[in-house]
């Protein structure tokens, strides 16, 4: 099984529409949850961490649900510049040490 | 905002040479990582190091591969007798401390192609 897995899409929407992705990861001992953002040929950047209780930052909201071992990213009123790749990324055990292990990322276009 | 950065950003190189990618990790910064991403393939976690040694490596990270920090500032990556396997875009990372809610900042990449 694989450690971290997304539906790697593409999710094709219009402008103004809601979009969610899920991720779900291997590891129940797995502490922190992040989301980054990559466009195409660039580095990651981080999109918002994943907090336990759930999070917003403005159009984005996270979820984390520990007992089924997913995390879901909400996308509302998508804009043109929202298109990239969304990478569900997990940091876990790995050794002595806490390791981010990044997913395929799920593809989004959104068009006009 | 400080950034990683990473030179060169491109790097052609024939097969069974020689590379070193450097990176410039921010300037606080205690933990260090290299990932590489081969196209359309996920982002893979090669190495990571703190304190002047390596804490965890991928089985990806075999003999071929070698880290160091040669100085206060940079961070290497040295593959050496390059395959046309490790052709991909190498990134490196560093965060400030490994809490596990420490985000990564990332470099803009190398992209590496070998021959």
């Known amino acids: 099984r694989k450690e971290v897995e997304q539906d790697p899409g593409p999710f094709n929407v219009p402008e103004g529409a809601t979009v969610a992705f899920n991720c779900t990861y291997s590891?129940?001992?797995?502490?922190?949850f992040f989301w980054y953002r990559q466009d195409c040929r660039k580095e990651p950047k981080l999109l918002m961490s994943v907090y336990s209780s759930g999070n917003e930052d403005g159009r984005f909201t996270a979820q984390l649900n520990r007992a089924s071992q997913y995390i879901s990213l909400l996308i509302r009123d998508s804009k043109l510049s929202d298109s990239a790749t969304y990478l569900c990324?997990?940091?876990?055990?790995?050794?002595?040490?806490?390791?981010?292990?990044f997913g395929r990322g799920t593809s989004l276009i959104v068009h006009p | 905002e400080p950034e990683v950065t990473q030179t060169p950003s491109h790097q052609v190189t024939q097969m069974g040479q020689e590379v070193i990618l450097r990176c410039v990790p921010i300037?606080?910064?205690?933990?260090f990582y290299w990932y590489r991403q081969i196209l359309g393939q996920k982002v893979e976690f090669l190495v990571s190091?703190?304190?002047?040694?390596?804490?965890?490596k991928s089985e990806i990270f075999d003999d071929q591969f070698s880290v160091e920090r040669p100085d206060g500032s940079n961070f290497t990556l040295k593959i050496r007798s390059t395959k046309l396997e490790d052709s991909a875009m190498y990134f490196c990372?560093?965060?400030?401390?490994?809490?596990?809610?420490?985000?990564?900042?990332f470099g803009s990449g190398t992209q590496l192609s070998v021959l």
């Open positions: 990324v997990v940091k876990g055990p790995t050794g002595g040490s806490y390791i981010p292990t």
């Open positions: 590891n129940s001992a797995s502490q922190s």
């Open positions: 300037s606080n910064h205690l933990y």
């Open positions: 990372a560093s965060s400030d401390w490994a809490a596990t809610n420490e985000k990564l900042f």
């Open positions: 190091f703190y304190n002047n040694e390596i804490s965890e």
